[in-house]
């Protein structure tokens, strides 16, 4: 039985990894503040990431799984607590590639500073290159938008909520905007993969091979809660964070080097199929924005 230690392991993709690892015959650990329901079949290290002190030491690891990490400090802190190990998985993001470099954006490109996304992509940055001069041999995989079971995020949650109560969607312009996805089930098949077969690459780009215009994922979203949409196009010049739930950014990630280890994805309808059957159970567990009231009294 291999032992892998996730961090994190109460929300989102660290709760359904820990959730698809503890299913497979894993022996899993996970460091959290045990502040959230913990998943079942999995070992509690309780503390906060920054504050390991001896909590690690005297357990070997076959696979470390850092989804949590959002900073320098955060790589360190765990690097520093750990014992032993084999293998270090590391989820950076997209944000690392400026929005100026050529698109699609390939790992081989030159990473920087963001400006959509500020200091997050730069501390992830950061992040990566404190783990690569500490554990040359770790995996850096850089996704763009996950989805999925468990998510928290209020992004197809607040779709799904536009179609059950049969509301009209407002849509930026004319909902031609591009956006690329991936499923929390596919990162998780990609990392056994890589646990597997070790390949030589140590940076991988993921994602869905194609991306997909907002207009067609609103109506996926609909479609996965029976519904179709009645679109109203808003004017550009108004800001659609105040309405809509992604930035007005568009870019694409070159997936190939995924493709060649792993070559399906989850189709995006069945996953936000998936992911709106759980969703009804489960509306209970997310922060809402105020995207209603904002349309509601401004649009």
Same mark, same amino acid.
């Given at each position: 039985?291999?032992?892998?230690?996730? *961090?994190?392991?109460?929300?989102?993709?660290?709760?359904?990894?820990?959730?698809?690892?503890? +299913?497979?015959?894993?022996?899993?650990?996970?460091?959290?503040?045990?502040?959230?329901?913990?998943?079942?079949?999995?070992?509690?290290?309780?503390?906060?990431?920054?504050?390991?002190?001896?909590?690690?030491?005297?357990?070997?690891?076959?696979?470390?799984?850092?989804?949590?990490?959002? *900073?320098?400090?955060?790589?360190? =802190?765990?690097? +520093?607590?750990?014992?032993?190990?084999?293998?270090?998985?590391?989820? $950076? =993001?997209?944000?690392?590639?400026?929005? *100026?470099?050529?698109?699609?954006?390939?790992?081989?490109?030159?990473?920087?500073?963001? $400006?959509?996304?500020?200091?997050?992509?730069?501390?992830?940055?950061?992040?990566?290159?404190?783990?690569?001069?500490?554990?040359?041999?770790?995996?850096?995989?850089?996704?763009?938008?996950?989805?999925?079971?468990?998510?928290?995020?209020?992004?197809?949650?607040?779709?799904?909520?536009?179609?059950?109560?049969?509301?009209?969607?407002?849509?930026?312009?004319?909902?031609?905007?591009?956006?690329?996805?991936?499923?929390?089930?596919?990162?998780?098949?990609?990392?056994?993969?890589?646990?597997?077969?070790?390949?030589?690459?140590?940076?991988?780009?993921?994602?869905?091979?194609?991306?997909?215009?907002?207009?067609?994922?609103?109506?996926?979203?609909?479609?996965?809660?029976?519904?179709?949409?009645?679109?109203?196009?808003?004017?550009?010049?108004?800001?659609?964070?105040?309405?809509?739930?992604?930035?007005?950014?568009?870019?694409?990630?070159?997936?190939?080097?995924?493709?060649?280890?792993? $070559? +399906? *994805?989850?189709?995006? +309808?069945?996953?936000?199929?998936?992911?709106?059957?759980?969703?009804?159970?489960?509306?209970?567990?997310?922060?809402?924005?105020?995207?209603?009231?904002?349309?509601?009294?401004?649009?």
């Amino acid at each position: 039985m291999q032992k892998i230690l996730i *961090t994190g392991g109460t929300t989102f993709v660290s709760k359904f990894t820990s959730q698809y690892f503890a +299913d497979r015959d894993y022996d899993v650990y996970v460091i959290n503040r045990n502040n959230r329901e913990q998943n079942k079949h999995v070992n509690l290290i309780n503390c906060d990431r920054l504050k390991l002190g001896n909590k690690l030491k005297g357990i070997h690891f076959d696979a470390v799984l850092d989804i949590t990490a959002y *900073t320098r400090d955060h790589v360190k =802190s765990l690097i +520093d607590a750990l014992d032993s190990f084999k293998d270090y998985i590391f989820i $950076s =993001s997209s944000a690392v590639y400026p929005e *100026t470099n050529p698109q699609p954006f390939t790992e081989e490109q030159k990473c920087g500073k963001n $400006s959509v996304w500020g200091d997050y992509g730069l501390n992830k940055l950061a992040a990566e290159e404190y783990l690569f001069k500490n554990v040359p041999n770790a995996y850096i995989l850089r996704p763009p938008y996950f989805y999925g079971l468990y998510e928290n995020l209020y992004r197809e949650l607040f779709v799904f909520d536009c179609a059950i109560k049969n509301r009209k969607f407002y849509i930026p312009g004319n909902g031609d905007m591009k956006l690329q996805f991936f499923n929390v089930k596919d990162l998780c098949r990609f990392i056994e993969i890589l646990l597997e077969k070790h390949p030589e690459n140590k940076i991988f780009n993921l994602g869905n091979q194609k991306a997909v215009t907002i207009r067609d994922w609103v109506k996926l979203c609909y479609g996965a809660a029976g519904k179709k949409p009645e679109f109203v196009n808003v004017n550009e010049e108004i800001n659609q964070r105040n309405y809509f739930c992604f930035y007005n950014y568009e870019y694409v990630l070159d997936v190939t080097k995924q493709y060649e280890l792993m $070559s +399906d *994805t989850v189709p995006l +309808d069945k996953g936000l199929a998936e992911e709106f059957e759980w969703y009804k159970n489960n509306q209970g567990s997310v922060s809402r924005k105020n995207y209603f009231e904002y349309i509601d009294t401004q649009l």
